[in-house]
């Protein structure tokens, strides 16, 4: 995971740059047929399980708008066996996320979401303190799901201390 934040005090604005890579032992097609069930009712890509799942009122096709959770935007790119891009549909969010596939090898293909936006206001704030944290939780629990589709020893990534905490602080109350 790559991460770079920087806050430019003259404009008040922050650029980052978040990246998340995991290799696959399998072919490029067996990839494929996990992302193209994203945002479906049997998403094989994302940990529904533990997340919010992805929501896109037209499915996988640019236009379509939906979010996970409180973060909302639209697909502006989508390459069926390549990558899908999201378009941040939020005040202060400006910039996109994306879902990378490319093969390595015949029998290794790497998965890679990459968030490249620049934050401003409140946002910044909502970024470093809580969304940052909690995306990184989110998308390493994805690629878990992605790699455990093919493996007998089933990979956990650990949540850090911050994230237990903020997942339990934004509970939604039960009724």
Same mark, same amino acid.
Request: glycine fraction near 4%; charge should be positive.
């Given at each position: 995971?790559?991460?770079?934040?920087?806050?430019? %005090?003259?404009?008040?604005?922050?650029?980052?740059?978040? !990246?998340?890579?995991?290799?696959?032992?399998? =072919?490029?097609?067996?990839?494929?047929?996990?992302?193209?069930?994203?945002?479906?009712?049997?998403?094989?890509?994302? $940990?529904?399980?533990?997340?919010?799942?992805?929501?896109?009122?037209?499915?996988?096709?640019?236009?379509?708008?939906?979010?996970?959770? =409180?973060?909302? %935007?639209?697909?502006?790119?989508?390459? =069926?066996?390549?990558?899908?891009?999201?378009?941040?549909?939020?005040?202060?969010?400006?910039? %996109?996320?994306?879902?990378?596939?490319?093969?390595?090898?015949?029998?290794?293909?790497? !998965?890679?979401?990459?968030?490249?936006?620049?934050?401003?206001?409140? $946002?910044?704030?909502?970024?470093?303190?809580?969304?940052?944290?909690?995306?990184?939780? %989110?998308?390493?629990? $994805?690629?878990?799901?992605?790699?455990?589709?093919?493996?007998?020893?089933?990979?956990?990534?650990?949540?850090?201390?911050?994230?237990?905490?903020?997942?339990?602080?934004?509970? =939604?109350?039960?009724?």
């Amino acid at each position: 995971m790559d991460n770079s934040n920087q806050y430019d %005090y003259s404009t008040k604005k922050m650029k980052v740059i978040n !990246i998340h890579k995991r290799e696959i032992q399998q =072919p490029k097609t067996e990839l494929v047929k996990l992302f193209n069930t994203l945002a479906t009712d049997n998403d094989l890509m994302l $940990a529904t399980d533990k997340w919010s799942p992805m929501k896109l009122d037209n499915g996988l096709q640019v236009g379509s708008k939906g979010g996970h959770g =409180p973060i909302t %935007y639209f697909v502006t790119d989508y390459q =069926p066996e390549k990558s899908i891009t999201f378009q941040f549909d939020l005040t202060g969010f400006n910039g %996109y996320h994306r879902f990378d596939i490319n093969e390595l090898e015949p029998k290794k293909t790497e !998965i890679s979401h990459i968030i490249d936006m620049t934050t401003t206001g409140l $946002a910044t704030l909502k970024w470093m303190l809580a969304i940052r944290w909690l995306h990184n939780a %989110y998308i390493e629990d $994805a690629f878990d799901k992605v790699e455990n589709q093919f493996t007998k020893d089933k990979k956990r990534s650990e949540w850090s201390w911050w994230v237990k905490t903020l997942r339990k602080v934004m509970k =939604p109350k039960k009724k």
